[in-house]
């Protein structure tokens, strides 16, 4: 890897987790669907709020969209890097440390960080068209 391209990962939150999970051996890294129903349901509703702001063409809506995607991306984000502090102290083997939650949580939050980020993506997909 040269310098460029391991800046690049070590800048990305996204990344960095993914780099993580290869380094803890952990190559089933996030859950494939949604199980959280408090998660499942925010999703459902962003969704259809970013519907109805296609819809009408509201931008101001979209951008209030945008700027509440991206203040929980950075939440989320945050909460990500404290869950993998525990595993990363306890290579080669963190399931040799009692986080198996912590695994639980390490895969959750990363992938409600993917879901994020592709949210944020189809928003800014919306605000090129309009």
Do not use: C, W
Request: overall charge negative; aromatic content about 4%; glycine content about 6%.
């Amino acid at each position: 890897m040269d310098i460029n391209q391991a800046y690049r990962v070590l800048r990305d939150p996204a990344s960095r987790a993914e780099v993580l999970f290869e380094l803890l051996g952990l190559h089933e890294v996030a859950e494939r669907t949604v199980t959280d129903p408090a998660l499942l349901s925010e999703m459902l509703e962003q969704r259809e709020l970013l519907d109805g702001a296609r819809r009408e063409k509201d931008k101001s809506h979209l951008l209030a969209l945008k700027d509440k995607n991206r203040e929980r991306e950075r939440q989320v984000e945050a909460a990500l890097g404290e869950a993998f502090r525990p595993l990363v102290e306890h290579m080669p083997d963190p399931t040799a440390h009692a986080a198996g939650a912590g695994l639980d949580t390490v895969r959750r939050l990363y992938g409600e960080l993917k879901y994020l980020r592709r949210f944020g993506e189809e928003v800014a997909a919306i605000e090129d068209e309009m």
